[in-house]
Each structure stands twice: as C-alpha cells, then as structure tokens.
C-alpha cells in the first residue's frame, strides 16, 4: 500500500521561510529558491522544496515572469571549470573532453529544478512553467536558459518507458472524466450526455498517464467502433444514434485526438500512442481490419485563400475555367470568400470537385522534403499513416465550414506499412497516400506530376 | 485500469534484425544501436528498442563491455555546434552562451539511451549496465562518458518526487518479500522464518520503489518497536523471542537499512527516505518518543589495527599502559589480533572501557572537515543523526567481531536537530553526538581536545 | 485477482432449452425451473440457472407473473417427512421435534431460489423479483410462500456481517454516482452539477453494497458538514453556495437518505448503517460535536387534515379560538386547504405557532405503543435518534407544503443515549425528545399530559 | 474505497458485559447471547455480538460445549404459532399451510446466529462452531437442532453464486500462500521451497473464496501443465526438475484438490469449481486437449484387505492361482501384509495385474447403485468425470503405500460427458471409466460382467 509522499515539514520551517510564503511575490519565491539550493539536508530540502511550490501556486503571473527571469539569470554552472572544459575541448576534441564538457555545461538551475520537483505536486507545477515560458519565449528570449533546462527534464521524465496506457469508460472516476470534457479541443463535448455518448460500448478512449500525474491525462483519443471509413462527423457524435455491435465492426476511426498539456509540447508521443492503441483494440477486437482516423483540415482554407489570391491556375481544370469565366480563380475566390457559399452560385456540385482536387494537392505536397503544411497530417504522416481519402461535407459545423470548406481526411495507419511511410517521411517530406488521392491530386496538373504522383501511392 | 506498456514487436523487425538478437555478442548489440538511434519512426525505434534489451539481457560480460567501449566512444554531440558554442562562451561567457553552451555538448548517447528505456524492463537493465560501469571504471576510464550520462539520466528518472514509500508487511506477495531476503545487507536472513520474525507485528518494513520498477525495492529499513534503545542486536534477530505489543512501544529501533541497487550508486535518496519513514511510524504510534539506529561500525577494527600499528599512545589511559606493560599499545595490538580475544588474558573487562573510548574517537573524528572515515557513520550523520551510544558485545557474530569487535552505535534522530545536525556536518564535519559520548572520547585525550568535544555535545 | 465467475455455458445447453430461452414466455422459464432442479450436476445446474435467469431477464410482467404463480404454488416440502414431524412434534414438542419439524418444512423453493442465484446478475433479479411479489401480493395471496422464501434467503445473504460501508465521492466511477442521481428519493438532483454540489468537499455521502451487487448502492447518506443544526434544506442544495472547510465544521446534517431496492423492503440496515456512518465522520473530523438529520415530515398534513376535519379542538390554544372565531378549526382548515395559504389570511405569522404545536403532538404519538404514524420519524426513532426541533419554512418546495406546510425535523444521534432511546421506542412506542418539543407539544393540552411530555424529555 | 466494518463499541458495552467478556466461560456467553437476542437497537446488537465472539474465541473446548448445548436447547421456534401451523396443515396440507408451517418452524436460534454473524470476523468462528458440532454430535445428539441451523445459514451463506475463483501465485500475499501449506491435504508440502515448485510458471493453483472470508482460501487445486497424462506424483513435486514451458503443454493435471474447511461440510462447490478451473485454463491456454486427475485411492487397501480376508476368489485368475499355491488368496494377504512386500516373493511382477485388477474392480462397484466406496472417486464422479486409467507404482511415499499399494488413478474431465456422467452416476451409481479399466475390470469374472463392463465403456 502506497504512502502519502511528504509528511507536514511546515514546523521545520523558520518563521521568516513562513513569512516569504504568505507575501505571494517573485521575491519570496527567489529567497526561498536560493535557500532550496543551499541545503545540505534532503529533508530540509524537501521542506523548502513543498513551500516554495505552494507559494509559486499563489503567485501571479507578473511575479512568476520576475521569478522565471531570475531563474534563466542565475544558478549557471561553475565557471572555471567550464572554462577549463571548453578550452581543453577545443585544443582536443576527444569523447572524453566533449563528455567533461557536458558535465561541465550542466547549470546548478537543473539541479534546483530537480529539487523543486521533489514537493508533491510540483512536477504538474513545473508544467505550468513551461507552458508560461513558451508564451513568453517570443518577448523574453532571455528565459531561454529556464526553457531549455526545463525540456531537458521533463524530455528525461516523460520518457516513454515511464508512460502507462489506460483506457477511459463509464466506470472511470468522474473527476477524471470531467478533464476529458474540458480537455476536448477537436470536438467540442457539451456536457456529461455527449461524454457518455463517447464512452459508449461502441466507442474506445486511451489516455496515456505518468505516474507522477496520475489523475492527469497527457493526450488522449476518441474512437467509434463501426462498419467501413466514416466519411462524416456528424454521425459519430450524435447522441440520438444508438451504439451498434462492437463486436460486428471492422473499422476503428480514431475521431479526436487531444493533448492536454501545452507545457510538454516537443516531448512526442505522439506515435507510440497511436500504435499501442492499436494494439490494445487488436486484442479486444480481433475482427477489426482497418484503424483509420477522420481527421480535420486546420490549415487548408487560408492556403487555398492564398493560392487563389496569388493566381495558381494550375488548380483549375479546363472545364472549370469555363464555368467561371475569366478570371476564374479570382471569381472561384470571391464565390469562397462566404460561408454561405454552399447555398450560392456556383453550386457547390462545381466547387466540390474543385475543393476536393484542392485539397489532395494540399495534403500531398512535399514542400522541398518538408511535407504539407497542415499540422493535423504533418502529426499522422510522421506516425507512418498514409493519405486514405478526402470526403466532402463531412464537418459542416462554423468550424468545420472556417477552416476547410467542411472536408474532413482519413488518415489510414496500416501496420505493414506505418515504419517505411514514417522513414520516407522523415527523411524526403514524401506524403504516403492512396491511389485514389493520386489521382486526384494529379487532375488538372503537369503529365510528370501525375505519372509522379500516381507512383509514390503504389 | 492500466494495460501493458509494448505489444509484439517483434513481426515489425526485419529478418537481419532478428539474427542480431539471436547472436548474442556485442557487433550485434551495436547494429541495434546505431539502428535504433537512426529510427525516425517511434514504433520502429520502440520495436528496436526491445529488440536491443532483449539481447542485452542475454550477452555476457565480455560482449557487454565491448559494446559499452562503442557506446562511451560515439554518439558524440555535434561537433560543429560544440565548437562554436564553446568559442562563443569563451569570447563572452553571458548566461545564454552557457546555456547554448550546455545544449549543444548534451551527447546524442543521451538520446541513445532514453530510446533504449523505452523497452519494457529496460530500466531495470540501465541500472545494471551503471553497476558494470561502476566497477570496470578503474581499469577503464575511457567508459566514463557512459557512466556520466547513465549518471546523469537515472538521477533525473529517479529524482525523489517520483519514489513511492511503501510499507511491506507478511501480506505483500511472496515475490517481493523473497528480495528481502536476497538484499539484506546488514544482518543476513536464513529464509522464511527468520523473514516473518522480522514483519511480526511488533516490527515494521519499508521500502522505496518506483514506477517503472514496481517489483523492486531500493532501499529498504527494518524496524524493531520496543521499549526504550537496544542495545544488542540478536534479541531482536531471534525467532525464539516472542513479539511485543506495538502499541506500548516507546522508541523505534531501525536496526537494518540495505541499499538493493548498487547501479544507483551516488543518487542519493537515504535521507527522506528516513524522514519519510519516522513520520509514517510516528502517524501509526504516536507514542514513539525515540527513534534511533542500531548500527554496525563496519570501519572501527581496520582502524583501531593501523593506529595500534602506528603507536597512537593518544588512545591509552594511564592505567591501562600499567596493565600491559610496556610497549602497551602493542601489547594491546596483540591482544586484540586473533577474534578469540574475548576468552583470553587481558580479560575482556580491561579491553572494554579501551575498545569503547577508541571507538568514540574513532566515530567523532572531524578529519580536517570530511567527518569520520566510517561508511554507516557518515551515512547517518549526513542525513541529520545524532550519535547517541556505542554498546559493548552488541553483535558477537563472526561478522561483528570481525568488523567491529562487536561494536555497535546507536544513531538517534532527533527532529528537531535534524537540519542543524544536517548543516554543521556537511560543512564542517562536525559529528553531533550525546554528553556521555563527548566524555568517553575525551578519556585520556589532551584537555584542549575534551573540552571541544564536551562542548559540541551541548 | 479476480477471475470472471461462470463461463460460457451456452455450449453446454441442448438445442431445445436454447429456443426456450428465445422464447420469452412463462412456459419457458417454468420448463428450465424444473429442468435447474432435477439436475444433479452442479455445472449443469450452472447452466441451467444462467438460462433461467437470462431468459426472466427479458420476460414481460405478466409472463414473469404467471412464473411467479407457478412457483410459489410448487417446488412444496416431501409431504410425508413434514406430515410425520408436524405429527412427531404435535406429539412432544421437544426441541429435536421443533428441529425436525423446521428442516422437514423447508420448501424446496429454497433450494430452486438458491439454485437461481448461481447464474451471474441473478442475485438483482431476485431482489427484483420480490419487488414484483410486494406489488402483487395485496391481490395474489397465494404468491406469499414465494414471497416468503425469497424475504427468508435475501434476510440471510444481506446479513449485515456481510454489508460493506464505502464512501463515495467526486473519484467514484461515473457509472455508480449516475445510480445516485436515479436513486435519490428525497431531494431530488437535476444533474450532474447537482450532483457535483452534494459531493464538494464540505459534504459527505456513504453507502451499503453488497458483494454480490458489486455496483449498486443498497441505501445512501447524504451528509453536509456546517457549523450548528441547519434549519432549512435549500441552502444545503443550492449550488451557488460555495463549500465551507470541513474542518471547521461542528455539526454532521444527514439532509437525505434513500433506500434504492425496493425489494429488500424489510431488511433492515438502517440503525448500522447510520451508526456506522458516524463512526467514520468521526474518524475523518474528531472535532464534530453534533450529528444530526434535516428530514422530511411527510405525513403531517394528510394527518393533521384528518384531526382538523374530525374537530380535535385539543389542538388550539385558547387565543387562537378567538382569532378564527366559531368554529375555529374549520376555519383553520379552511386556511390550510389551499397551497397558497402562505399568502393569505390568517396570515402565517397566526399559523406558525399552531403548526409547530400539531407538528410536535404530530411526532410524539405514542399510539398505545407504537409510536407515531411517520415513516420517516419511525425510521430514525427505531434506530435511537432523538426529535429536536422542527423548522418553520424548513422545505418550501411544492413537495415540501404538500406533504407538511414546508415544515421539517431534525433528529438527534446522540451516542450515549441510543441504545436507551432504541429500547424505549421499541418497548412502550415512546418518543424521545429535547426539552423545547416537549413544551411545544404540551401547548394547549391537559395539565396531565404536559407533565408527562415534559418528564419524558428529562 | 471500502472502510472497515465496526467502529468501537466497547465503551457502549455496559461493566457488567464488559465483566462477562473477561471471565471466558460458558455462563457468560450464555448471558450475552440471551442480551444479544433481546436486544431491539441494531448498533446495541452489534456491540453485543462483538463481545460474543470475541469471548467465544478464547473460550475452551469445554465451555464452548456447554454454549452450544444451551443454543441447541433454547431459542425455539414460538410455540403457540408453529402448534396452530403444524395443526392447521395436517387439516389440509395446501402450499399456503406449508409456506405458514415453514416459517412458524424458524427457530429464534436462527435468528441470534444471524445476529452473532454481524461481528467482524464471525463468519469464521460460525464455521469453527459447526466443525466442532460434526465432530461431537455422534455422542451429543442433542445438538443436532444447532448444528442443522448452522447448516442451512451457512449453505445460504456460501451459495455458490457468491464464491470467487482467484488464481494463487507466487506474488499472492506471503499470508495467503503460508496457508496453502497448511491445509495441503494430499501430498504435504516441507516449506517455501515447496510451495514455490507448485506455483512455478508450468503450474497453476486456483482456489474459491468467500467475501467475508477474504483470506481464507475454501477448497483449492494445483495444477501441473505438461505433456501427456501424468502417471506418478514424485517428478510433479521434485522441486529439482526444472519448469517446462506451460504453453507447449497439452494437458493439465489435477494433482491435488483440497477442502480447507472442515465446518463446511457437505456445502458442495467442488464440481463447479472444478469447471471454473477447466474454464480459466482453457482461456489461457487454448492449446490445452486433456484435462485429468492424478488422484490417490485412499480406500483401496483396507478394501483389499477385506475381501481376502473374506475369500473373494473372483479376484483371481487361474494362472496367479497356481503361482501362490493354495489356498492362493490367503497366500497373497500374507504376501501385502508387510509394507516391504516390494523386495519380496512373490515378486511385484506377479503381483501387479492383480492388484491393477483389483483396483479396477474396486473403482467401478455399483454397489447398488451407490458407486464405489472410495471418496476420491465418489467426488470425481459425481463431478461427472471418467475413470481413465490405473497407474502402477505412482505414490511410492509410505503413505501411498499403506493407502493404495502405491497405485494411483486419473479421471478425466470431458467436458462434452461431463453432464451425462454425472447424471447416471447420480441416479444409478454408474462408474464412467475408459475401455482399458472395462477390460481389465472384468479380466477373470464372470463373462456376464465383463460385457456389461465393456458395454458402460462405451
């Protein structure tokens, strides 16, 4: 049986140490940071370790900006020995003078970052700090040193090993669930009705924990149980439908995928996840064929605005310049530029085509071997997924409407293939994707694109 | 409900991978490294990962060490990068070169290693590669750079705000108590029975794990609940006695501490984990008023045998040099070499007051600021301890005689003197110690010498 | 760990009991009834019982009645062991003959019933069942040997040694917490947010289970920890009221309790319960000096319309008479009859002192023994609790002046008394009180009877 | 999160309880259950029977028979509504007047059982009581109306439906595992180096347990997975024979079964456990084909015994006739007279078709429709098992010898006859057993028998 982590250290403190922590300001927090540092004792250490993170959780932004910047300023490493280090280094660069210089380089402010992680808590706290970092980082380069030691850490803590998969249901404890409602940031849950709806006996939810935050999801992802690639949203969330035979289904669509914690962004696992989510529902349902996500398209609307304001008349095909008239991109721009634009002229059985060919041409670039803008399918093309097919009104809510004209992507994680995708990926920026979106993609396009194209989906 | 961390990679390996586990030798390990290394996908490197434990669960010494020298060899930082980095903090060594600095000289073996621990069990085994490290490094400096990036990893996975204590009883699983017996350290266990004495209920066992070795303690304390300090150690070892009651318990005797994981050497967390423990004891007992160490004084013969050597006439009273004749201490040296002593002319009751006085100055020494040489002494009082009393014929076995001439110390952990104790060790060397143990290692010193030593007892 | 109780059976079954099972009718579920009991192996009987109890799962009301019927008429003791005991013991009524005759008379329903509950879930439709019989027995007399096994082995499996008191809180499954928000019979919740209210940290809320009902609560507690007895219910509901500290709290106010299976109605656990509840509040706060109820006086108004119409003229004061001149309790009826007499003349400020008075005389009935009609005063006056007050205003909901013009009762728990208070209450109907309910009940009576009110608080 | 059962009530309990508790004799429970009995507050009630039975537990043999003798003797069933019962139904003996008859005959005494039963721990003492009952009602036949109370509480009690099957392993708790060494009741077990054998990875031990006994194991099996049926018992418990791999198995070997709980005889679960074992086996080791016994036959030899005494020369065949001469039978008594008859004339050669003969023939009497005398194989077959074969020199430990001459038998569990052979087992007393037992059953009887032997093979 577990044990409580720390035992009441308050009457270990001096009564100024108690001072600092009821006046809520930088100042207190550096005095007691600097004393956290000094200690010889571990258990002393533990003491100012849990006051300074009780006082940091007071603190307003403004004096956690002053404590941050202290912090980025102080605590460097020893400088003549680094000194020493950097100068041998460079005379000989062997693997042992590069390892001394590592240690070297190693700032005191790691080892206070170690210290205050030793409060219970404080590990959720440190998050918070580097979330507020990276927000300030754009006017604030100096807190870089602090962002950068923080990476460091959590990089080492939230290893992968360390990690634990969970799956989430009706029987989860309600404080936890009710993060899933908050954290939520693809589609929006209104309530407990639509959660429940989620958690459904023909749906799925994972979350990856650390042991460290054990009530605390890190990323989790939605998944609807059903026959063949849903080509909507709407259908998945509506309550009204009734869950179906999870035993009868041969497709996992993975719906929504979030990530909780802005403070751990850069610290992937991103692809890990997906694949042991696999797996898990593998063994549960060993009838399923296919794991394919449905998937937005955040950045496609503002390229296309882009596109169509610059010119790109490679877009278009021959007929469609017929139909708008010169100058045909500027008026297919200008019939876009609404959100009502599905009730006008053109019709939409005119854009849909062009939208559709759009898109393709969208998701498949290679942009000089860095892949497709859109961070939705940079996130499942370096997981090793592939390009599976492109569907029309499939999110018609204003968001939906905003950011893509309503289309939606499947992305299709197929495990004979997910490592080659993800190396070529990484390596050329080449998009995997079906034969289909090939072809689509290659409408309207140079000969050498196409035949190029429809060879990178073979 | 938590569910297992990596599925079966094994069908993602190519042909060629798996030979390599086959092989059981260091070439094979080395290709799995630079592969892994090399992965951009994560389930490919997570598969890659397993696949390189697995076989270095299997090598032998040899093997290892010779992928340990590959290791410690490559995955150098970046050489460029380093350059310039250390130029830049040279010419101008502001707090965001030393950063840049620290960035650029993190080796990619760290990298290298945080993949490797994504493998289930693979922290376990990191471990045990710093062991090996640990021991080899004598003869073999050039593994360094391995040894301070392990060093450097483990301190951060295991930094103490993720260890959990646990308390173990006779109803934790037979699996793990079966460690006890194997990790006893201090006072060896014969099996079952002797182990079920010490978790009667009269007796209490904790430990310090982490997640990511949930079966694994690394440190564990066996505690005696009884009535006032003991003063010998097999009435609390024999089965025969028959348990007291808990409840009417004053002092609480921590009579065995046994570190499990020697790969986790230097990373400290000896000191809350004691902290933690008198505060779990003193939540369940409030009545315990005392709480105190029975411990071995492993260094004291080795020590007492060089100054007798040396003819350090500082230890002997004058009535003593009466009693031996002339040379005395060598006498006394004579005396005292074969373990039979205690049967022999001088009785017994004229070595006593002589062994007691030697072993006080033996445990109070400052040493110029280091404190005494003594391994258990500087562990206790590192962590805030007292030394309290030194007990005569406390542990007559072999062992006992050998180390200490049956010697022990009772360190006393008194929380309000703690961070003081704590403080004035760490940067003086200063040994807190009771009255009685001032005067006794005072007894035929130089009076300058009693009267300091009187006087840091106060 | 615990492994799933019954596998799976269906394989077992032959093809024909298979299309009973299909077929949910009566017929059917007679033919696996006998088939369950002639089977001499268990695992067969297994099967059987599993299929019987599937099958009653999905039976309509009036096909579960006609196997109710069946039932309860069959399945009888061997008649000529029972003729030979009841004649053996009409003989001598000896202890060995009453012995006899009680194992001679044991149905073997009892052994059918048993039988039944070794399918998985059976135990919660045996407990529906009897709900069923309680409904219909009022017009089916001859269900009552049916209804009398079940009440004897349900009155055996919920032995309270076997009840398990756990909290629940806002980290309880969702799936369980959803079952308080059905189950609650007295205030009821709208929502999960009214739910969330009842559960912050300044309430409390327990319930009974039972192994074998794993997931479903047999009777809860709502409890809001405040500072002195609340007088009224909607400031405990309100969930704009932010939460008080606990710790700072003095008095315990169990403000709802719901029993949740209807058909476990008379087996009883309510004293325990609530004497066990205590206990634990009074582990987790040891500062909390009073625990007390704010209940509902459901049957105050039918009662006190029957004493108005009947001309109890006991219950006026003499000044009263003159305000509602002759005749002055038909007056006072005529007041009360409508729902918004609140508003009207006489105004309330008349009423109010005659209310309490008819609410005190109302509560503290003996009946010749039996204590007062309440239900809801019986059940706290049973199990040892004191009246103390009643509350003006208390409930002023609709349901709240309906069943007793928004009056309300707190009810003691007073330790040291309720033992006493039980046998009192249990022996002569007598009503334990505070000394201010037996001035207000004595109000307006004979001299006589105002002594005796006023001792019995004493 | 469950909270434990009974708070204190010892300060409800008055001085004179208080006294009784003390002062452990028989006159004292007696008072405490007429008090318990009488008592009409449930939280009164459970004081009481916490005294009970915490004075019941250090009560000696003697005044513990004193209490049962007055239970038995006292708590009747109310007198004048079980004469009119009894009356009225042999007036006319319709369900109703039984149903009236069967609860007027409920003694009281079941009820102070079911009140004894609310304190913590007394499920366990109820179990030790009834233990102690079996064991003195062949000379104390008036405690018969007790013990049989006991029976039908505790057979509602431990109805099948609330039993739990858990695997047993090598990380169950210390405290459970030391108990399976305990009430290992087939083939002993020395220590942990035993038991730990027999949870090795190729082993499995299941066993069922009750709620309210949470560390009791009720009955439990150890299994041996390996390949083919096994024919002796030494290689499955030599601790020196390393554990093969469970997943090449093809059969699992029952090879001890044992009833921890003597007070719970004749409350059977041990088919359906049995099945449940068969059930979870199979879902973690689908591979597996045979799932057998290695059973002792622990009533063969003084069965032998006695029928050579008696002369019964059918045993014979003309052959063995010759080699011992007559009178032949006589010969062979004298011949397996002395437990060394191994070494000796005539040698086992000879002897072992008989005795295998012989065995066979004991294993499968009718005995008029009862089944053999053997208790092993009563269990077996009445669980609906197959006697399959008769191993020869399987348990050559002295106890196997003085039981069975060393023989051992294996009865299989088909599941597709399990039912089938329970059924006529059960009705006629009919011995399902393999082609080879027929045969060698009949070898030397009568022609007659040895076609109906054959015939009931088939």
């Known amino acids: ?45 533990a003491a100012r370790s849990d006051a300074l993170m009780k006082l940091y959780r007071v603190m307003n932004a403004e004096a956690r900006h002053g404590f941050h910047l202290y912090l980025a300023g102080n605590f460097l490493p020893e400088a003549h020995r680094l000194k020493a280090a950097a100068e041998a280094y460079l005379r000989r660069p062997s693997p042992m003078a590069a390892a001394e210089l590592s240690a070297a380089s190693v700032p005191a402010r790691q080892d206070l970052l170690k210290r205050m992680n030793i409060a219970p808590g404080a590990t959720g706290l440190l998050i918070a700090m580097r979330e507020a970092l990276l927000k300030a980082l754009p006017h604030a380069a100096e807190l870089k040193p602090l962002e950068q030691d923080l990476n ?54 994972f979350a990856f924990f650390h042991p460290a935050l054990p009530d605390e999801p890190l990323i989790f992802v939605e998944i609807a149980l059903c026959q063949g690639m849903a080509d909507a949203i709407s259908p998945l969330l509506a309550a009204s439908i009734a869950p179906g035979d999870a035993h009868e289904a041969d497709t996992a669509v993975f719906y929504s995928i979030s990530n909780c914690q802005p403070g751990l962004r850069g610290i992937a696992f991103g692809n890990l996840f997906i694949t042991q989510v696999v ?34 008349s490679d877009l278009l095909r021959e007929s469609e310049r017929n139909v708008f008239g010169e100058p045909a991109l500027k008026n297919f721009a200008g019939a876009l530029s609404s959100n009502d634009w599905r009730t006008k002229d053109p019709e939409p059985a005119v854009l849909k085509p062009f939208l559709l060919r759009a898109c393709a041409r969208y ?76 072809v689509l993609a290659s409408e309207g396009s140079k000969a050498s694109d196409k035949r190029a194209l429809i060879r990178a989906a073979e």
């Open 279 to 312: 797996e898990e529902l593998r063994a549960e349902f060993p009838q399923l064929k296919c794991f394919v996500t449905l998937s937005p398209v955040p950045g496609f609307r503002r390229w296309l605005e882009t596109r169509l304001a610059s010119g790109d």
């Open 152 to 205: 460091h850490l959590l990089g080492a803590w939230f290893n992968r090993g360390f990690l634990e998969l969970r799956k989430l249901d009706w029987n989860s404890p309600a404080a936890l669930l009710e993060k899933l409602i908050a954290y939520e940031a693809v589609h929006e849950m209104r309530g407990w009705d639509d959660l429940r709806r989620r958690l459904a006996p023909d749906r799925r939810c």
């Open 1 to 45: 049986m577990p044990v409580r982590f720390l035992g009441r250290f308050w009457t270990s403190l001096s009564k100024r140490t108690r001072q600092l922590i009821r006046k809520p300001d930088g100042a207190g927090a550096i005095k007691l940071a600097v004393s956290l540092f000094a200690q010889h004792g571990e258990s002393a250490a």
């Open 363 to 438: 998701l498949t670039e290679t942009n000089a071997g860095q892949g497709p803008d859109d961070s939705v399918a940079r996130f499942h093309l370096r997981n090793g997924a592939r390009l599976e097919r492109i569907n029309w009104c499939a999110n018609t809510s204003p968001r939906g409407i905003a950011e893509s004209y309503g289309l939606m992507a499947n992305y299709l994680y197929d495990s004979g293939q997910i490592d080659a995708n993800c190396e070529k990926f990484a390596v050329h920026g080449t998009v995997a994707h079906s034969f289909s979106i090939g």
